[in-house]
């Protein structure tokens, strides 16, 4: 698997596609399903600033977008005007007009593709708000902006080659989470194996290809084992799996985003955060992790870390914010759509740091604890345990987010 971008009405969605359809540069249009119509920039404009609309399909100049790639990131260019589709102002706000701009490589004018039934949300990369019509009208010439996302027809998009052109298959998406978008679903089977001895640099974007890697450390819990790949600050790692012995898993030297990756076997920690920046963000999109018997995720930088659509199986803690570590940061970590199965914590924070942990759609199989508050201390004492359960301050949810079965 190789992972790509198609420019779909403007909007760059990042995708995986079979190796044998890797990105060629193909011509797309996006078809609205709630209206029938066609993303579009109005009379075949070839200046900034332009918001796009909806028009009766055609496939003439103005509906027509080619796939590019820039760097480790990927960009949606009109074909017409050569102009990337943004949000105006990199705004992270509902209801922001989507445009055409010089391309710069912002976040704002990078997109993600996640399937939906037969068709597409297309959500953009820097707000995780979804491309679509205005009010959601299904009349011509409607204007497209971002809204959160949900259900809603116009907020859907189906994948049209365009005319004439030959860009490959239709990409598939690799599933994030599972099939119920809770962190529920299958266990994926992997495409191959990867015997990796040493720790692998990502770069700015890696995409796996659902292969299986493996082969640092023990398999236990050991201290300071070399991790299995090392992701930089913006950096994206997508459709792995990684099982024993896999080190000290992920490190996220700054603000990265996880997606769809499995842990087969939690060594050491599935990944570590450790960013000094209060607002570097992290994300784990997707995927699951097996047997970590201390912890999965252990944050010892600062900032935020979310956690949406995952599965977590036979462990300790499913999230740590460093009690001792040599720096004492306030660490956030947001999570929704968790399924836990066999799991005696969720969270476990310092509340005299400033600490907060969000919780929303938890599914607990059997019992686990939530959220536990401790007290920060210096490195070389052991953290005190305060207390666990919701707060209102520093364990923020109330009984309709935790669904016990």
Not at 127 to 154: E, F, Y
Request: proline share 4%; glycine share 16%; with cysteine.
């Amino acid at each position: 698997m190789t992972a790509g971008l198609l420019m779909t009405g403007g909007l760059t969605v990042l995708i995986t596609m079979p190796a044998s359809a890797a990105h060629s540069n193909g011509n797309y249009t996006l078809a609205n399903a709630g209206s029938g119509l066609c993303a579009a920039v109005p009379g075949q404009s070839t200046g900034d600033g332009v918001q796009l609309v909806q028009a009766t399909c055609a496939g003439t100049a103005g509906q027509v977008f080619t796939v590019t790639a820039s760097g480790g990131g990927y960009q949606i260019k009109a074909a017409h005007s050569g102009k990337c589709a943004g949000v105006r102002d990199a705004s992270t706000s509902a209801g922001k007009p989507v445009q055409q701009e010089t391309c710069t490589g912002a976040a704002s004018q990078t997109w993600q593709l996640t399937a939906s039934g037969s068709n597409y949300q297309v959500v953009n990369a820097n707000g995780g708000k979804c491309l679509n019509v205005k009010d959601n009208s299904t009349a011509v010439n409607a204007l497209l902006q971002q809204n959160s996302c949900d259900s809603v027809a116009t907020k859907h998009w189906t994948l049209r080659p365009a005319g004439g052109s030959t860009p490959g298959p239709t990409p598939t998406v690799t599933p994030t989470g599972g099939s119920g978008g809770d962190g529920s679903g299958p266990w994926p089977s992997d495409t191959g194996s990867v015997h990796q001895t040493t720790t692998r640099e990502t770069g700015s974007f890696f995409d796996g290809g659902m292969k299986r890697y493996y082969g640092i450390g023990d398999g236990g819990q050991s201290e300071s084992q070399d991790p299995m790949f090392v992701v930089p600050n913006g950096g994206t790692i997508q459709n792995v799996i990684i099982d024993a012995p896999a080190g000290d898993g992920i490190h996220c030297e700054g603000s990265c985003t996880i997606r769809n990756v499995w842990w087969n076997d939690v060594g050491e920690d599935a990944a570590t955060f450790k960013s000094s920046s209060s607002s570097a963000t992290y994300l784990v999109d997707g995927g699951g992790a097996k047997s970590g018997a201390d912890k999965v995720f252990q944050h010892n930088g600062a900032g935020t870390l979310t956690i949406k659509n995952f599965q977590v199986h036979s462990s300790g803690k499913l999230y740590r914010a460093c009690g001792n570590c040599s720096t004492s940061y306030q660490r956030h970590v947001v999570m929704d759509g968790i399924t836990a199965r066999t799991t005696k914590v969720l969270a476990g924070i310092n509340s005299n740091w400033g600490d907060t942990a969000r919780f929303s759609r938890i599914t607990v199989y059997g019992s686990a604890t939530i959220c536990e508050r401790y007290q920060g201390v210096p490195k070389g004492s052991e953290p005190v345990k305060l207390g666990s359960g919701p707060d209102g301050v520093h364990c923020r949810y109330s009984e309709s987010d935790i669904t016990y079965r």
